[in-house]
């Protein structure tokens, strides 16, 4: 019988012996690969944090002992160990969550998937349990990746200031978030990757110097008492330790004795530790291995021996944007791109190989990539940042105070924006058109087709004086949805066939076929429908209240939430020009959505057509309803003065 087999709990892990727990490593390994090729998921991560995972369950006792992840895509090997090891329907509506889930289990304490957030929670629950006099641990489980991210120096810095509080930092080097990891701290990291480790350096010295007459224990006192140059020259994890925290490293993250070893020695020593673990991203995994690009980091459906993937969408909104902006980078040498540690997945990686010196991956640091960008704007240069549109709420305070109060031209383009479905609510892009709606003078695109990411991508760029977003779906791009006419800036992509029509549909981006087939759906009811795209919503475009004084209901469509979205800023903008139509918005609720595909999702909310349609039907028979009561009663009220 397998050994995974035997495990429904982290205590199950003692019973076996070093010889069995490497082969429930490969176990492991041999499972991850055959279930994530069959859903989907992230791979890459978790076939490189097997026994370090294993190791972490073994010295410490979750739940009592709280263990962290960040990001939490590298739980998977979490979930194997605490009893879930039903995969089947990974990312799937009913099935797992590709992240932690309270819901769950209560080995997940956190359900976090934006990164570098992990230490600021281990530091909240070190204090509780110092408050509350509680003796268990608290484990921060970061990525190298995620230290690239402020918020960790920021939590590191208040970690380091309690030196009697236990709280062990499990760093998971293997060089890469997404893509290899850059900057400062990478280059540190490095060095420590590379070089002997200070305590052996200092035991073989130690053992020269007893042997040495005299003079040799002399010696060896005043070697230990400059150990802080000394590591400084042998091993450079001062950084660490002028911090005020114990540093233990680098260990091997693939040898499980090792790693028991560190775990235990920084278990007991009382106060803040790092444990730098090595790891290999998609160790055990051929395919992962020879994936230069990111190891597999997410993969969808792939074939297992080969890694392949099974089916092919076509060309999806990302590849789109990334062609065009080589394109703008060839007729423009002032465009420059930036990613937050994300170059592949926002679609930039073709414009890096043509023009490599034209790219600043920020690392994970949203908010200093949009200062940044700001900075090369008021050099001169046209910064594009494509950032995922859940990302893209970290940075909003600099969007508002460093891009927009100083009209830096900026662009944002916000990849996965709506509902993107199986890697839940964390990932959903469904703030970005609310939150951005109250930054002055910034102008919002909703692009709802390839033709239309091409166009208004150039027109985004073409600001220089304002922030500027272009934001699009996650997946396939569909088929060119034309315009048949033009109200002002916006494109009419069905017009109704009659002078008073009933409904003026604002469809917003993607959403434009569904809102054509809802058209269809109420022309049967022998409702008459204007559908409008407007292109740019924000600003509300001038034409839109006039227009929709020539309809007796506005309905708009959007995936946003509803909470201050675009239906919302065209409310306002109809009751400003005097305009009173009843409007009736349609988006996304105001609460988490759980995993699911976005077509469940968007079923689970009523965002379809047969929904849609079905309410605004119901709503124009209201309107006919009120109408004709209100005629009776009038003629009611004045038969009696005839008589």
């Known amino acids: 019988m397998p050994l995974l087999t035997r495990i429904r709990g982290p205590r199950d892990l003692d019973r076996l012996s070093p ?6 490593a490969e176990e492991i390994r041999s499972f991850l690969v055959e279930a994530v090729s069959k859903t989907g998921g992230h791979l890459g991560p978790n076939l490189g944090v097997v026994e370090l995972t294993i190791a972490l369950h073994r010295v410490f006792d979750s739940p009592k002992d709280k263990v962290l992840w960040d990001t939490g895509h590298q739980s998977y090997v979490h979930k194997l160990l605490t009893g879930r090891q039903d995969f089947s329907k990974l990312k799937m509506k009913g099935g797992l969550s590709g992240y932690p889930s309270q819901a769950e289990s209560e080995h997940d304490i956190i359900e976090n ?15 509780a349990n110092q408050l509350m006099k509680r003796d268990s641990h608290v484990v921060a489980v970061i990525g190298d990746g995620a230290l690239t991210g402020g918020m960790a120096w920021e939590a590191l810095n208040n970690i380091a200031d309690a030196k009697d509080r236990p709280l062990v930092i499990v ?11 850059i900057g400062g701290l990478a280059n540190h990291l490095a060095t420590l990757r590379t070089t ?6 200092l035991a073989r010295t130690k053992e020269v110097l007893e042997r040495t007459p005299v003079v040799g224990q002399a010696l060896y006192d005043t070697l230990h008492g400059a150990k802080k140059g000394l590591k400084d020259f042998i091993a450079p994890q001062g950084m660490f330790e002028d911090l005020g925290l114990k540093y233990v490293g680098p260990i091997d993250g693939h040898d499980l004795e090792a790693l028991e070893s560190a775990l235990a020695r920084a278990k007991r020593f009382g106060g803040p530790v790092i444990v730098h673990c090595l790891t290999e991203k998609g160790r055990g995994y051929q395919p992962a291995l020879q994936d230069e690009a990111d190891r597999f980091h997410a993969v969808g459906k792939i074939h297992p021996d080969t890694g392949l993937p099974i089916a092919s969408s076509g060309a999806d909104w990302t590849s789109v944007f990334g062609e065009e902006m080589v394109k703008l980078g060839e007729e423009r040498e002032d465009i420059v791109a930036i990613t937050a540690a994300m ?45 995922y549109a859940t990302f893209l709420n970290r940075a909003f305070d600099q969007v508002l105070m460093d891009v927009a109060l100083h009209k830096c031209g900026v662009t944002f383009v916000l990849d996965r ?19 951005l709606q109250v930054v002055p003078g910034l102008r919002l695109a909703a692009p709802r087709d390839a033709d239309q990411v091409r166009a208004q991508l150039r027109e985004a760029v073409a600001v220089d004086d304002a922030p500027t977003v272009v934001r699009f779906s996650k997946g396939a791009v569909g088929p060119a949805v034309p315009a048949v006419g033009r109200v002002g800036g916006m494109d009419v992509l069905r017009e109704p066939g009659t002078d008073r029509p009933d409904v003026l549909l604002v469809s917003v981006g993607a959403l434009a076929p569904m809102c054509l087939e809802i058209a269809g759906l109420l022309d049967k009811q022998g409702i008459s429908t204007t559908v409008v795209d407007p292109r740019w919503v924000k600003p509300v475009d001038e034409a839109m209240a006039p227009l929709a004084e020539r309809h007796r ?25 005097g305009v009173d139509v009843p409007l009736r918005d349609f988006g996304i609720p105001p609460r988490f959505l759980d995993h699911a595909s976005r077509a469940e999702v968007l ?38 003065a005839r008589d």
């Open 171 to 181: 760093v998971n080097d293997n060089e890469r978030s997404y893509a290899p990891t």
């Open 343 to 387: 170059l592949q997945p926002v679609g930039l990686d073709k414009f890096a190989k043509r023009f490599p010196e034209r790219v600043y991956d920020v690392g994970i640091a949203e908010q200093h990539g949009a200062v940044s960008a700001a900075g090369l704007a008021t050099g001169g240069a046209h910064p594009v940042f494509a950032v």
């Open 19 to 24: 010889e069995e727990l490497n082969q429930l």
């Open 603 to 640: 079923a689970e909310i009523g965002l379809t057509a047969p929904d849609i349609a079905r309410q605004v039907t119901g709503l124009v028979a209201k309107l006919d309803g009120r109408y004709e009561r209100g005629a009776a009663d009038a003629v009611e009220s004045v038969e009696p």
């Open 113 to 127: 998937s934006h990164a570098s957030t992990v230490l600021g929670w281990a530091d909240g629950i070190a204090k």
């Open 196 to 201: 002997d480790g200070y305590e052996r350096f």
């Open 417 to 435: 924006a709506g509902v993107t479905g199986t890697d839940g609510a964390s990932h959903n892009g469904m703030w970005d058109m609310s939150i």
């Open 553 to 577: 209901v506005v309905v708009t469509v959007e995936d946003n939430s509803r909470v201050g979205g675009v239906g919302s800023a065209i409310a306002q903008a109809l009751r400003d020009g």
